[in-house]
């Protein structure tokens, strides 16, 4: 596993260590996020693809409620379909993590940093995965203070 990081990087490696030692996920720094998220992307691809993956599982920081069967139902989905692009769905609303086949990966690697991974998932709509799944932390973008403390069941008023 591999967690691309921008401008707090040491902060998030303390943070991630801290709560869950036993990950050990492999920390990378995107030198420049300014670029945007498909930039980072692009960090993770250059340290996680070789000949042997198949297929990349993306998430971003901001869906924190993804829960481990979510995962293994995209998985699952992409293994029985290969699909280039699985995702998955509550109804018509989809939301992550992504996985993307290894069939578009030189697609994310030349698209542009302007419309990010978003333009090679609207290139390929028609060929998707939805998975179904129930449940919503999928799909929980906390972007927000007023999202954290919603989701930390802090009061969110005055």
């Known amino acids: 596993m591999f967690v691309v990081t921008g401008a707090h990087h040491d902060e998030v490696v303390k ?17 420049n996020p300014s670029r945007g998220q498909l930039s ?20 971003l920081v ?9 995962v293994r139902q995209v998985i699952d989905g992409w293994r029985v379909s ?8 509550i109804g018509a609303v989809h939301g992550h993590p992504v996985l993307y086949d290894r069939a ?4 994310l690697r030349s698209a542009s940093l302007e ?5 090679v998932v609207r290139a390929h709509e028609s060929e998707i995965l939805n998975v179904a799944v129930s449940d919503p932390g999928c799909l ?18 005055d």
């Open 15 to 31: 943070a991630v260590e801290a709560d869950r030692p036993r990950l050990s996920p492999v920390f990378l720094r995107n030198p």
């Open 40 to 59: 980072s992307l692009w960090v993770g691809m250059d340290h996680a693809v070789t000949p042997a993956v198949e297929a990349l599982l993306v998430t």
């Open 62 to 70: 901001d869906v924190p409620m993804i829960t481990a069967d979510v």
């Open 82 to 89: 290969r699909a280039p692009i699985v995702r998955p769905a």
């Open 104 to 107: 578009l990966f030189a697609a």
């Open 115 to 119: 419309h990010g991974a978003k333009a």
């Open 140 to 157: 929980r973008d906390v972007d927000t203070p007023e999202d954290y403390r919603t989701l930390r069941g802090f009061p969110t008023g």
